[in-house]
């Protein structure tokens, strides 16, 4: 079996699975990963004993999905959410999986993919499926990144700014995957932003708030005005000098 790439429970694939229903995703898991085929009496008990990984902790079922959606063949859980595998997480209905493995095997945009594409609610799978912080802050970032606009460069700057470059990257991969947009020029956009240096965070500004301090702005006013002039120098990251960004501040007081 193992030389023909072909999965097959030990003895009757029923009385394997009731044992430890654990074993039915780690059987998904590695058909996703190994591209290994899953022999027909062991598929067919995995998908109707699918209901008793309810009894399996959220933990190992994390464990094991998110190895799943990592592998080469992702879209072989299908058929197992459709016979009931995931509902306690909420989700009873999945498509286009298969273009998962267009996306690099990061499980971050891979599992926002899946959930996107899927009819559960996103938080709520996150706080079920015990994601760690990380994970769960990634895939709500991905969440926020959708329906910004990416038309400027200045647009690549603003999610520059909530998120780290390969993060942005990992969002083009995915629009260009799952929502057939050409996302090639907006690449090209992040690399030149990083490779000049360009500003797009408060932090990279070349005045701070002692310099506004001292010119009388206090409180709740600084943060609101370097939040301005970030927003100034998305556009003119030449700009970025003390005396234009002070300069740009005086006129607009004024």
Request: hydrophobic share 40%.
């Amino acid at each position: 079996d193992i030389n023909s790439k072909i999965l097959r429970a030990v003895g009757n694939p029923e009385k394997r699975f009731c044992e430890d229903a654990l074993r039915i995703m780690r059987l998904f898991r590695f058909s996703s990963v190994l591209s290994f085929e899953i022999e027909e009496k062991t598929l067919a008990a995995a998908l109707l004993k699918a209901p008793l990984l309810k009894q399996v902790s959220a933990e190992r079922i994390n464990a094991e999905l998110t190895k799943l959606l990592c592998g080469e063949k992702p879209e072989i859980i299908t058929a197992l959410i459709e016979k009931g595998g995931l509902s306690h997480f909420g989700i009873a209905k999945t498509k286009g999986l298969e273009r998962l493995k267009n996306l690099p095997p990061k499980i971050g945009i891979r599992l926002f993919a899946f959930l996107k594409y899927s009819d559960g609610n996103l938080p709520d799978f996150l706080t079920k499926f015990k994601a760690s912080n990380q994970l769960k802050n990634e895939v709500l970032l991905f969440e926020k990144f959708t329906g910004m606009p990416l038309a400027s460069k200045a647009d690549i700057k603003d999610l520059l700014n909530m998120a780290e470059a390969h993060l942005v990257e990992d969002y083009l991969n995915y629009l260009n995957a799952f929502c057939d947009m050409d996302t090639s020029l907006q690449k090209a956009m992040l690399r030149q932003i990083i490779s000049n240096n360009e500003p797009f965070k408060i932090s990279h500004l070349a005045v701070g708030g002692k310099d506004l301090q001292s010119l009388g702005i206090t409180g709740e006013e600084i943060g609101i005005t370097l939040e301005n002039l970030r927003k100034f120098v998305l556009n003119s990251p030449e700009c970025n000098i003390k005396e234009k960004l002070l300069e740009n501040l005086n006129i607009n007081r004024n």
